[in-house]
């Protein structure tokens, strides 16, 4: 029997998921290779670049290596970036994989051909820029470990040049006086100095879209202004650092229940954090944002955090997509063009019947991860593939170390249950163990918290460099 070639695209919480499971399951035999495709070499829970994003988590002890999960449960990893389909020759290619500064002359990998015999898309979601002027070019998206970053490094800098600006001599008032005769001036020439402007905050930081991402990220970022304190940073957190959001709908959380989005937008005003709702950007600068409304807000560093939309490549492979470039899928989750291909998560377009379309969320993409090692199973075996039902189980928003809010749902508690505070904390950190425990299983799992619990009282709080 000929090698079945199953070729996942995207290593990001569903795609590594499912190329995880199956590899367990069928490993490196002789009738199924499982490989994944992403063009970086490590995975990060997307969900946590926002505290990436604000110094409270090191990259380091959660990235994960792609070709070391691949060596420990038996799959294929191939570097490099989708770039174009055949269908017909059942191939994908990827582009080249350009060597680093330090790496010598040359490409590490050229550009190449990969066949498949099934192929899954799962390579999430960009930023939607809604081709508003300055927005890609003057705001940071928080789509990668490399963004996070670059936002930690310029807020660090913005924090210490405020904390220069504050401390340098103040000039002395204006004083407007006659001067003497003498040879340094004219006689009856005015002599006055300039004051520096004062009653603005020293650092000011811009979220736009007020999503799960921008609020969390608006709230670890206040966390991250005290710490700084702690550290020595001569700045008051709430009076000299301002974090103000910018939504355009009339509440923040849209897609959340109307009463975890009054919690949260009551706990971010206790944070000192200013809610500019009903109103979408009309213009980005480099050190300010004009709104639709007219109000121009200086901006020391923009984040945007207003929606999202499928990688452009998605539209060039001949398959269907809809308005935001996501493919359209059966409720097997196969293509609507090509039944060899399928597709889950943010990349993809599903129905949820009564309720619209399968939401962009890390609960989605691991139920259909868990719904693809069956639905290939079945494909293998020749069977009828089953369909798949999305089950919402609630939502939860985290406001850092001050608390965390959000609904529950499903069979267990008969509906809806509102939480917050400490068990609603509890229960979103558990949203990311239940990830590790997907990958590394529950005995790694429970190892790696144990870890991850001693090595901060060695490291300090924010990453400080």
Same mark, same amino acid.
């Given at each position: 029997?000929?090698? $079945?070639?199953?070729?996942?695209?995207?290593?990001?919480?569903?795609?590594?998921? +499912?190329?995880?499971?199956?590899?367990?399951?069928?490993?490196?035999?002789?009738?199924?290779?499982?490989?994944?495709?992403?063009?970086?070499?490590?995975?990060?829970?997307?969900?946590?670049?926002? /505290?990436?994003?604000?110094?409270?988590?090191?990259?380091?002890? $959660?990235?994960?290596? #792609?070709?070391?999960?691949?060596?420990?449960?038996?799959?294929?990893?191939?570097?490099?970036?989708?770039? %174009?389909?055949?269908?017909?020759?059942?191939?994908?290619?990827?582009?080249?994989?350009?060597?680093?500064?330090?790496?010598? /002359?040359?490409?590490?990998?050229?550009?190449?051909?990969?066949?498949?015999?099934?192929?899954?898309?799962?390579?999430?979601?960009?930023?939607?820029?809604?081709?508003?002027?300055?927005?890609?070019?003057?705001?940071?998206?928080? @789509?990668?470990?490399?963004?996070?970053?670059?936002?930690?490094?310029? +807020?660090?800098?913005?924090?210490?040049?405020?904390?220069?600006?504050?401390?340098?001599?103040?000039?002395?008032?204006?004083?407007?006086?006659?001067?003497?005769?003498?040879?340094? =001036?004219?006689?009856?020439?005015?002599?006055?100095?300039?004051?520096?402007? /004062?009653?603005?905050?020293?650092?000011? &930081?811009?979220?736009?879209?007020?999503?799960?991402?921008?609020?969390?990220?608006?709230?670890? &970022?206040?966390?991250?202004?005290?710490?700084?304190?702690? #550290?020595? &940073?001569?700045?008051?957190?709430?009076?000299?650092?301002?974090?103000?959001?910018?939504?355009? !709908?009339?509440?923040?959380?849209?897609?959340?229940? /109307?009463?975890?989005?009054g919690a949260v937008a009551g706990l971010l005003g206790k944070l000192d954090v200013d809610i500019l709702c009903g109103d979408s950007v009309a213009e980005v600068r480099k050190n300010e944002v004009t709104t639709t409304a007219g109000r121009v807000l200086p901006a020391d560093i923009t984040v945007w955090s207003a929606g999202i939309t499928a990688p452009p490549v998605l539209g060039t492979?001949?398959?269907?997509?809809?308005?935001?470039?996501?493919?359209?899928?059966?409720?097997? +989750?196969?293509?609507? !063009? @090509?039944?060899?291909?399928?597709?889950?998560? @943010?990349?993809?377009?599903?129905?949820?019947?009564?309720?619209?379309?399968?939401?962009?969320?890390?609960? =989605?993409? $691991?139920?259909?991860?868990?719904?693809?090692?069956?639905?290939?199973? =079945?494909?293998?075996?020749?069977?009828? &593939?089953?369909?798949?039902? #999305?089950?919402?189980?609630?939502?939860?928003?985290?406001?850092?170390?001050?608390?965390?809010?959000?609904?529950?749902? %499903?069979?267990?508690? %008969?509906?809806?249950?509102?939480?917050?505070?400490?068990?609603?904390?509890?229960?979103?950190?558990? +949203?990311y163990r239940m990830h590790v425990a997907a990958l590394h299983g529950v005995w790694r799992m429970m190892l790696d918290t144990v870890a991850n619990r001693l090595r901060r009282s060695t490291v300090p709080r924010v990453k400080l460099h």
């Amino acid at each position: 029997m000929s090698v $079945h070639r199953i070729v996942v695209v995207g290593g990001g919480a569903g795609g590594l998921e +499912l190329v995880t499971r199956l590899g367990d399951k069928y490993g490196r035999g002789k009738d199924v290779q499982v490989t994944l495709v992403d063009r970086s070499l490590s995975h990060i829970w997307k969900p946590l670049l926002h /505290e990436v994003a604000a110094g409270v988590m090191d990259t380091a002890t $959660h990235q994960l290596s #792609y070709v070391a999960q691949a060596s420990w449960h038996r799959f294929e990893f191939a570097s490099g970036e989708m770039i %174009g389909l055949d269908r017909a020759n059942r191939t994908i290619r990827l582009a080249a994989v350009p060597a680093a500064a330090d790496e010598g /002359e040359g490409d590490l990998l050229p550009e190449r051909t990969l066949a498949y015999d099934t192929l899954v898309l799962a390579i999430g979601s960009t930023t939607n820029f809604f081709g508003v002027a300055g927005a890609q070019e003057n705001t940071i998206a928080l @789509d990668t470990v490399e963004q996070a970053e670059r936002f930690r490094r310029r +807020l660090m800098a913005a924090c210490v040049r405020a904390q220069n600006e504050a401390e340098a001599p103040l000039p002395s008032a204006p004083v407007a006086s006659v001067a003497p005769d003498s040879h340094d =001036a004219p006689p009856g020439a005015v002599l006055a100095t300039a004051p520096r402007v /004062e009653g603005r905050p020293k650092v000011n &930081l811009v979220i736009v879209g007020a999503g799960a991402t921008g609020v969390e990220l608006s709230a670890e &970022l206040r966390n991250t202004a005290e710490v700084l304190r702690s #550290y020595g &940073l001569k700045l008051d957190p709430r009076k000299d650092v301002r974090i103000t959001i910018i939504e355009s !709908s009339p509440r923040i959380l849209k897609a959340l229940p /109307e009463r975890v989005s009054g919690a949260v937008a009551g706990l971010l005003g206790k944070l000192d954090v200013d809610i500019l709702c009903g109103d979408s950007v009309a213009e980005v600068r480099k050190n300010e944002v004009t709104t639709t409304a007219g109000r121009v807000l200086p901006a020391d560093i923009t984040v945007w955090s207003a929606g999202i939309t499928a990688p452009p490549v998605l539209g060039t492979l001949g398959l269907a997509v809809n308005r935001l470039n996501q493919i359209e899928v059966l409720p097997t +989750l196969q293509s609507q !063009s @090509d039944p060899d291909i399928f597709a889950f998560g @943010d990349c993809a377009s599903c129905e949820w019947p009564s309720h619209g379309f399968v939401p962009p969320r890390a609960q =989605a993409a $691991h139920q259909q991860a868990s719904f693809l090692v069956k639905a290939i199973d =079945a494909r293998l075996k020749g069977k009828s &593939l089953p369909t798949f039902t #999305y089950r919402d189980f609630g939502s939860l928003v985290s406001l850092g170390k001050f608390s965390a809010v959000g609904n529950l749902m %499903g069979g267990l508690i %008969g509906g809806s249950m509102f939480i917050e505070g400490l068990f609603a904390r509890v229960m979103y950190t558990s +949203l990311y163990r239940m990830h590790v425990a997907a990958l590394h299983g529950v005995w790694r799992m429970m190892l790696d918290t144990v870890a991850n619990r001693l090595r901060r009282s060695t490291v300090p709080r924010v990453k400080l460099h």
